[in-house]
């Protein structure tokens, strides 16, 4: 079981390194974020021992019930999920650096008020929806200069870049569409000059499609199922709005 975990993270790296080499970047430029949603702690620990320490979750629920028997290993907590202004306050609690998942104006909005009022800061990326499919999060890359213009006014809330699931499709050439979309509303935004944007992180590419993610710029890849295995839940679980 821990041996399984291990090896996982190996052949991981391993494909980092081709698409590296594929596309002439130095490997040190990607972080390897886990995501962790629904495993058990106990198995997320075997990564973190052995120092893969990015982990995200999608749900507050589950970083809660986690967070105990974590907190013991020094880690970094991003959140990957779709997120509801009331669950603000308790997301808040637990350590969380970054919120990759920040989509609309309201939210924004929410969680900078509950920031000023603990007086604390968090980083986030902007989540855009490059492949236009409803069932995904993420606000439409006609209005993500908009909702970054809007959301650097918010000095609380320190953005360092994008976030995009891609098109889940067997057609490469689709899937890289998405990463070269986000992209390329990257280099627009930097043009802009913003005060209080950063832009240095595109997190991009899952288990199946990293490789393309690194080809087209990622610096963040979040992988969940070819590290800790499938899941029992439909991704629709954590990704559409309607089920709970
Ligand atoms: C689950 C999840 C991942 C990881 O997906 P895998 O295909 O299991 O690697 C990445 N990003 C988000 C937002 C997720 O919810």
């Known amino acids: 079981m821990n041996e399984e975990i291990l090896n996982n993270i190996t052949d991981i790296r391993k494909r980092i390194n081709n698409a590296c080499i594929n596309s002439n970047r130095n490997s040190n430029e990607i972080k390897l974020l886990l995501a962790t949603k629904t495993v058990p702690a106990e198995r997320i620990k075997i990564a973190l021992q052995a120092g893969y320490t990015l982990i995200?979750?999608?749900?507050?629920?589950?970083?809660?019930?986690?967070?105990?028997?974590?907190?013991?290993i020094l880690h970094t907590n991003h959140?990957?999920?779709?997120?509801?202004?009331?669950?603000?306050?308790?997301?808040?609690k637990y350590n969380?650096?970054?919120?990759?998942?920040?989509?609309?104006?309201?939210?924004a909005k929410?969680?900078?008020?509950?920031?000023?009022?603990?007086?604390?800061?968090?980083?986030?990326?902007?989540q855009v929806n490059t492949s236009f499919e409803e069932s995904k999060f993420g606000v439409g890359p006609d209005n993500a200069i908009e909702l970054v213009k809007q959301v650097a006014k918010l000095e609380?809330?320190?953005?360092?870049?994008?976030m995009t699931i891609g098109l889940f499709s067997a057609e490469t050439e689709k899937v890289r569409k998405c990463f070269r979309l986000l992209k390329d509303v990257q280099q627009k935004i930097v043009a802009l000059n913003l005060p209080n944007v950063e832009m240095q992180e595109l997190s991009m590419g899952?288990?199946?499609?990293?490789?393309?993610?690194?080809?087209?710029?990622?610096?963040?890849?979040?992988?969940?199922?070819?590290?800790?295995?499938?899941?029992?839940?439909?991704?629709?679980y954590y990704w559409n709005e309607t089920i709970k």
């Open 206 to 236: 899952m288990s199946g499609d990293m490789e393309i993610a690194i080809e087209e710029g990622a610096t963040i890849i979040r992988v969940g199922t070819a590290i800790f295995g499938k899941r029992i839940y439909p991704d629709s």
């Open 110 to 126: 929410k969680i900078h008020q509950r920031l000023e009022f603990e007086n604390k800061t968090i980083e986030v990326l902007i």
């Open 56 to 72: 995200a979750e999608n749900k507050v629920q589950e970083l809660k019930e986690k967070n105990e028997s974590l907190k013991e």
């Open 96 to 107: 969380v650096s970054c919120i990759q998942s920040l989509d609309r104006w309201d939210l």
């Open 79 to 92: 959140f990957i999920g779709h997120l509801q202004t009331n669950k603000i306050k308790d997301l808040l």
């Open 156 to 162: 609380t809330l320190k953005i360092k870049g994008l």
